[in-house]
C-alpha cells in the first residue's frame, strides 16, 4: 500500500507536509491516495456503468467523447456545427480559421448536396480574402459541380479569373453562366468589364507585336554593320534610341562632347550616310557663345572615339560617314553615341586616357546633372 501510494503521488514521503506539497517555498493542495483511487473510478476507462447526464457535464472527458460519437452518429449535424463555427470566424475576419472549420465539416461524410455546396462556397470565399484566388476558383467549382446554377459560385469563380487578368477565360465563364442564369446582372456586368479589358490587351498585344518586330529589324540592321553593342537597347520608348527607315537606313543619338570648355551638343537622329563634317559645319557656321577663343571652328576641330577594348582615344576624319566610324569602332558602350571634338591645338586634353576621360566624364556630370 504504501509503494503504491508513493507511485500515485509520484514523489517521495519526504516532499509531503501535512497534506501540502512543499516546493521551492511555494505549497499546493494534494489529493490523498483514497481521493485519487476515486477520481480513477469516474475516469472513462474505468467507469462500469452508463454515465448520466449529471455525470457528463461535470467531466471534461466524458464530454469529449461525447462529441466523437456525435460526430459518429449524427455527421450531417455536426458538419453544420463546424459550418457555423466557421461563419464565426468568417465575420470576424479570421479566415485561416475560417477555412479549417470549413474543411473539417467537408470530410465529413453526410448526405446533403446543399450543405456541401455552402461549405465550399463559404470557404472559397475566405480563401478569395486571403487572396488565395486559384484556390478560391477550385472550391467554386467544385460547388458548381454539385449544384451548376449556384449563383455566388459562378460570381466568384468569374470574380477570380477576372482579378488574374484571364480575361478571355472571364468572358467565356460568363458566357456559360449566362445559358444558366441570364438574369443575373452581376455575371453580365463582369462579362462586360472582362470583355472591355480583354478588347483592350489585344489591342496593347497588336502593338507591342509591331514594336518586336520593328525592334528584331533594328538589331538584325546593326549587327550586320558589324557593330557590337555592350548594353542592351532601351526599353523605355522616351529614351534616346536608333531608328531604322523604310530603306533601311539607320539614325543614332549622337552627342558631341567639347571637353576643352565643358559643353556638348545633342543631335537626336544622326544620319548613318552623312559625315562628321556635315554636321560640324552646321554647328559652326556661325561662333558658338561659349567659344570666347574662337577656336572651335569646322576646319580646328579633331573628332575622337573612345575604344573600349584599348582603352584610348583614337581619332577620326570629319569626313567618314558615322557608318564608317562605327565600322572602325565595332564595340559601342550603347546606342547613344559619343564623339569628343577637341581644338587642334589642345588635344592634349585627351593625352592622359582613359584617366583624364573619367575626369571629363565627372566634369559634364557635375555641370549638366548637378551631380559631384
Same mark, same amino acid.
Given at each position: 500500500?504504501?509503494?503504491?501510494?508513493?507511485?500515485?503521488?509520484?514523489?517521495?514521503?519526504?516532499?509531503? $507536509?501535512? *497534506?501540502?506539497?512543499?516546493?521551492?517555498?511555494?505549497?499546493?493542495?494534494?489529493?490523498?491516495?483514497?481521493?485519487?483511487?476515486?477520481?480513477?473510478?469516474?475516469?472513462?476507462?474505468?467507469?462500469?456503468?452508463?454515465?448520466?447526464? +449529471?455525470?457528463?457535464?461535470?467531466?471534461?472527458?466524458? %464530454?469529449?467523447? %461525447?462529441?466523437?460519437?456525435?460526430?459518429?452518429? $449524427? !455527421?450531417?449535424?455536426?458538419?453544420?456545427?463546424? /459550418?457555423?463555427?466557421?461563419? +464565426?470566424?468568417?465575420?470576424? /475576419?479570421?479566415?485561416?480559421?475560417?477555412?479549417?472549420?470549413?474543411?473539417?465539416?467537408?470530410?465529413?461524410?453526410?448526405?446533403?448536396?446543399?450543405?456541401?455546396?455552402?461549405?465550399?462556397?463559404?470557404?472559397?470565399?475566405?480563401?478569395?480574402?486571403?487572396?488565395?484566388?486559384?484556390?478560391?476558383?477550385?472550391?467554386?467549382?467544385?460547388?458548381?459541380?454539385?449544384?451548376?446554377?449556384?449563383?455566388?459560385?459562378?460570381?466568384?469563380?468569374?470574380?477570380?479569373?477576372?482579378?488574374?487578368?484571364?480575361?478571355?477565360?472571364?468572358?467565356?465563364?460568363?458566357?456559360?453562366?449566362?445559358?444558366?442564369?441570364?438574369?443575373?446582372?452581376?455575371?453580365?456586368?463582369?462579362?462586360?468589364?472582362?470583355?472591355?479589358?480583354?478588347?483592350?490587351? %489585344?489591342?496593347?498585344?497588336?502593338?507591342?507585336?509591331?514594336?518586336?518586330?520593328?525592334?528584331?529589324?533594328?538589331?538584325?540592321?546593326?549587327?550586320?554593320?558589324?557593330?557590337?553593342?555592350?548594353?542592351?537597347?532601351?526599353?523605355?520608348?522616351?529614351? !534616346?534610341? !536608333?531608328?531604322?527607315?523604310?530603306? *533601311?537606313?539607320?539614325?543614332?543619338?549622337?552627342?558631341?562632347?567639347?571637353?576643352?570648355?565643358?559643353?556638348?551638343?545633342?543631335?537626336?537622329?544622326?544620319?548613318?550616310?552623312?559625315?562628321?563634317? $556635315?554636321?560640324?559645319?552646321?554647328?559652326?557656321?556661325?561662333?558658338?557663345?561659349?567659344?570666347?577663343?574662337?577656336? +572651335?571652328?569646322?576646319?580646328?576641330?579633331?573628332?575622337?572615339?573612345?575604344?573600349?577594348?584599348?582603352?584610348?582615344?583614337?581619332?577620326?576624319?570629319?569626313?567618314?560617314?558615322?557608318?564608317?566610324?562605327?565600322? /572602325?569602332?565595332?564595340?559601342?558602350?550603347?546606342? +547613344?553615341?559619343?564623339?569628343?571634338?577637341?581644338?587642334?591645338?589642345?588635344?592634349?586634353?585627351?593625352? %592622359?586616357?582613359?584617366?583624364?576621360?573619367?575626369?571629363?566624364?565627372?566634369?559634364?556630370?557635375?555641370?549638366?546633372?548637378?551631380?559631384?
Amino acid at each position: 500500500l504504501l509503494l503504491n501510494r508513493w507511485y500515485v503521488m509520484g514523489e517521495s514521503d519526504s516532499d509531503y $507536509d501535512d *497534506g501540502m506539497w512543499v516546493q521551492s517555498g511555494k505549497k499546493r493542495t494534494v489529493h490523498t491516495f483514497e481521493e485519487r483511487i476515486e477520481s480513477l473510478k469516474n475516469h472513462p476507462a474505468f467507469l462500469d456503468h452508463e454515465p448520466t447526464l +449529471h455525470e457528463i457535464e461535470n467531466n471534461d472527458m466524458l %464530454q469529449a467523447l %461525447q462529441a466523437l460519437k456525435y460526430e459518429e452518429d $449524427d !455527421p450531417k449535424q455536426y458538419a453544420e456545427s463546424l /459550418k457555423e463555427e466557421g461563419n +464565426h470566424f468568417f465575420k470576424l /475576419k479570421k479566415y485561416k480559421d475560417a477555412i479549417f472549420s470549413y474543411g473539417e465539416a467537408l470530410k465529413l461524410k453526410f448526405q446533403d448536396d446543399e450543405l456541401r455546396v455552402i461549405l465550399l462556397t463559404n470557404r472559397a470565399a475566405s480563401h478569395y480574402y486571403l487572396g488565395n484566388k486559384r484556390k478560391a476558383i477550385n472550391d467554386a467549382r467544385s460547388a458548381l459541380q454539385i449544384k451548376p446554377d449556384h449563383a455566388k459560385a459562378v460570381i466568384r469563380v468569374a470574380q477570380c479569373l477576372f482579378e488574374l487578368s484571364y480575361f478571355k477565360d472571364t468572358v467565356e465563364f460568363c458566357d456559360s453562366a449566362l445559358t444558366r442564369l441570364p438574369e443575373n446582372s452581376n455575371i453580365s456586368s463582369l462579362r462586360s468589364q472582362a470583355w472591355e479589358k480583354l478588347k483592350q490587351k %489585344q489591342r496593347d498585344d497588336r502593338k507591342q507585336a509591331v514594336r518586336d518586330r520593328k525592334l528584331k529589324k533594328l538589331k538584325d540592321a546593326i549587327k550586320s554593320r558589324g557593330v557590337r553593342m555592350k548594353s542592351e537597347l532601351p526599353d523605355d520608348p522616351k529614351a !534616346p534610341a !536608333p531608328s531604322l527607315d523604310s530603306e *533601311g537606313v539607320l539614325s543614332w543619338p549622337v552627342t558631341f562632347f567639347y571637353p576643352a570648355v565643358i559643353e556638348c551638343d545633342f543631335i537626336e537622329s544622326f544620319n548613318e550616310l552623312t559625315t562628321f563634317a $556635315d554636321h560640324v559645319n552646321e554647328m559652326f557656321r556661325e561662333q558658338a557663345p561659349w567659344d570666347s577663343k574662337h577656336s +572651335h571652328t569646322p576646319n580646328n576641330l579633331k573628332v575622337f572615339y573612345e575604344d573600349l577594348e584599348e582603352k584610348k582615344p583614337v581619332e577620326i576624319r570629319q569626313e567618314l560617314s558615322l557608318k564608317d566610324a562605327l565600322a /572602325k569602332q565595332s564595340v559601342i558602350e550603347d546606342c +547613344h553615341l559619343s564623339y569628343f571634338l577637341v581644338p587642334a591645338s589642345e588635344t592634349r586634353i585627351l593625352h %592622359q586616357f582613359p584617366e583624364s576621360l573619367a575626369q571629363l566624364k565627372n566634369a559634364f556630370r557635375a555641370k549638366f546633372y548637378n551631380i559631384s
